[in-house]
């Protein structure tokens, strides 16, 4: 039929099918379709890596001196499990082990600990007694503050970790990862490591419960990591010979030695 003045031709369809199998057997043969121009892919950003949330734990002893819950951490380390000690609000030193996937779990690892002479009385914290869990009814600002507020139930103490002696002095990163699991977030164990994960954050927005990092050693990136406490101060494990403190960000020698900070609550 004729539209506008000009002829319009419809293929036949004995030559519509022609045209189809002769591009199957293209294909079949090896062939390819004609090749459209495609935009390359850009390549994605590197993937921020989160930290998990904390399992089953079990809490174990009350000791009146910190030096009784240093031996039990140490023994349950020698254990391999993975301890830490703190301050409670009622005053005395208590020690928290594993991160279990289950209560059975966790109940069956206490059961044998106990049996064994290693701990006595514990009780088994379950993921909903983290401050974590509450997130949804406090806010991430009300997690913040249960951060720092543990952390500052360390300070004056001696920290040792991994069976380290008073010779060996303290661990900076097993602080920082304590105050995290202590309120529910499996924080990992170096300070490498937790750079490695979080948001990076810039000094001027950091917020209570980031960690600053710092390069205390020559020629190394990360060496060192404290908990950001607000007010340009943070809270950190400083070395031998020292108890856990509070210093100044604007310090000349951390100021000259800040390398970053890393947020985990965004």
Not at 114 to 125: D, H, K, L, R, T
Request: aromatic fraction near 10%; hydrophobic fraction near 40%.
């Amino acid at each position: 039929m004729a539209r506008s003045g000009h002829a319009v031709y419809e293929p036949l369809p004995s030559v519509k099918a022609g045209l189809l199998v002769s591009l199957l057997l293209a294909l079949l043969a090896g062939g390819c379709a004609p090749k459209v121009a495609v935009p390359p892919t850009p390549e994605p950003l590197p993937r921020v890596k989160e930290i998990a949330r904390m399992g089953y734990s079990v809490q174990a002893g009350a000791f009146l001196s910190v030096d009784n819950a240093i031996r039990l951490t140490h023994a349950l380390e020698n254990q391999g499990l993975s301890a830490y000690y703190f301050r409670h609000k009622s005053g005395f030193y208590k020690v928290r082990f594993g991160d279990f996937p289950s209560k059975e779990g966790a109940l069956s690892r206490a059961e044998s600990l106990s049996a064994a002479g290693i701990i006595q009385e514990y009780y088994i914290v379950s993921p909903d007694d983290y401050a974590v869990a509450k997130i949804r009814i406090y806010g991430a600002r009300g997690l913040r503050g249960e951060l720092v507020e543990t952390a500052e139930g360390f300070i004056g103490l001696p920290y040792q970790w991994g069976g380290s002696s008073p010779e060996q002095g303290f661990d900076c990163s097993g602080l920082t990862m304590a105050v995290y699991q202590y309120n529910g977030l499996n924080l990992p164990r170096s300070s490498r490591e937790q750079f490695m994960h979080g948001t990076p954050v810039e000094r001027r927005e950091l917020e209570k419960g980031d960690l600053v990092f710092f390069a205390i050693r020559d020629g190394a990136k990360v060496s060192h990591v404290g908990l950001y406490s607000g007010d340009d101060r943070f809270i950190h494990a400083p070395g031998r010979g020292k108890t856990i403190r509070e210093d100044s960000l604007s310090d000349h020698y951390f100021a000259a030695r800040y390398a970053g900070a890393r947020t985990y609550l965004r």
